[in-house]
């Protein structure tokens, strides 16, 4: 009796050069494979949200050591005030130039502008008319400026000469800081004017009267009697703009 | 024991030279894979049975090939995605009779 045994009698060349090209096939196919699953979306997204965060905690460290720098700065300014009644005048010089560029807290009557999103977005709406946009807080703060605001924060951001209210995503950036709604917005100066350049400024009135209320957007208007602002943290670094001396 | 070395000789070339597949053709390296171990089990199959011809398996192998790739490719340009499935599961098919068979003959 014949049994058919496991052996290929025939065909033994073009068997092995098929099952070659398949062996191509099969490790290309797993390398390819090996290499999309690594660079999927996913996960290099994952990997930018990594390196944003590192970044992130990297800046805050910075800032922190920056904060104590100018602690120690202001500390040594102190002792050499005391130490040397010339340099007195300058400090004072000194502390009111700060106070100009806004680099010192400061206290004082005035108006705090509180702006949230919509508590919900209904189903089918366009969402960006439901939020605070970064052009709704520079409206109230360029209308603040107006009003002769003398200091103004967003979520206790100072705001100073450089500083820029802009879009990021789905947060705001002021002074690179991320903020999210509800934005406070706090301004020193004369309160009745400052509420008064508010009501009167046109693009106000249309996001008061028109946005908010049709998108539920929550914006409070109050005055302050005693608000507190924290002077700005950050480094300025000019590079390249110079004092004109002949000016 | 040749064929088996084909086999190794193939994976090792593969794993050697790393041919890059750009992501649009994945799907055709698949059905390519499919047909190729389709004609494997196919010629392993007709060895058993005696009845194993290189010019019938050689062509079967290129033909089955290049025919699945063109399906999926006409499916492509029709928007018939689904048709890549079809080869998928006529190819699936064909390799498990012929696993069944071999494995009669086997054990």
Excluded at chain 1, 123 to 142: F, W
Excluded at chain 1, 209 to 222: P, R, S
């Amino acid at each position: 009796m014949k049994v058919p045994k496991f052996s290929l009698p025939k065909g033994h060349l073009s068997l092995a050069i098929i099952l070659l090209i398949l062996g191509v096939l099969l490790s290309t196919s797993f390398n390819t494979h090996r290499n999309l699953s690594r660079t999927t979306t996913e996960s290099r997204k994952k990997g930018l949200i990594d390196v944003v965060n590192e970044l992130e905690t990297e800046r805050d460290d910075l800032r922190k050591r920056l904060i104590s720098l100018n602690k120690e700065l202001s500390q040594y300014e102190k002792k050499a005030a005391d130490e040397e009644g010339v340099l007195a005048s300058y400090t004072e010089e000194l502390d009111s130039l700060k106070l100009d560029a806004g680099l010192s807290a400061v206290t004082g009557p005035g108006v705090q502008v509180t702006m949230a999103d919509s508590p919900q977005i209904p189903i089918g709406k366009d969402p960006n008319n439901y939020i605070i946009h970064d052009y709704d807080l520079r409206v109230v703060v360029n209308a603040l400026w107006a009003g002769g605001a003398e200091a103004i924060t967003i979520n206790n951001q100072r705001l100073i000469s450089t500083s820029s209210i802009r879009c990021a995503g789905n947060t705001i950036l002021v002074n690179y800081i991320r903020l999210a709604s509800p934005y406070e917005i706090k301004a020193i100066g004369s309160p009745d004017r400052l509420v008064k350049a508010l009501e009167q400024n046109n693009e106000v009135k249309s996001l008061l009267k028109g946005y908010a209320k049709a998108f539920a957007l929550d914006i409070d208007i109050n005055e302050a009697s005693n608000l507190k602002l924290p002077g700005y943290k950050g480094s300025i670094g000019i590079k390249y703009a110079r004092v004109d001396e002949g000016d | 024991m040749l064929p088996i070395a084909g086999l190794i000789i193939g994976i090792i070339l593969g794993l050697v030279f790393k041919i890059p597949v750009p992501p649009a053709y994945v799907r055709y390296l698949g059905i390519a894979i499919l047909a190729a171990l389709d004609s494997s089990f196919g010629g392993l199959r007709a060895s058993l049975e005696k009845t194993f011809e290189d010019r019938l398996f050689v062509t079967g192998f290129f033909f089955n090939t290049l025919m699945a790739a063109f399906i999926v490719y006409v499916g492509d340009q029709l928007g018939i995605g689904e048709l890549y499935l079809a080869a998928v599961v006529a190819f699936g098919v064909r390799l498990f009779r012929n696993l069944g068979i071999i494995r009669r003959y086997i054990f």
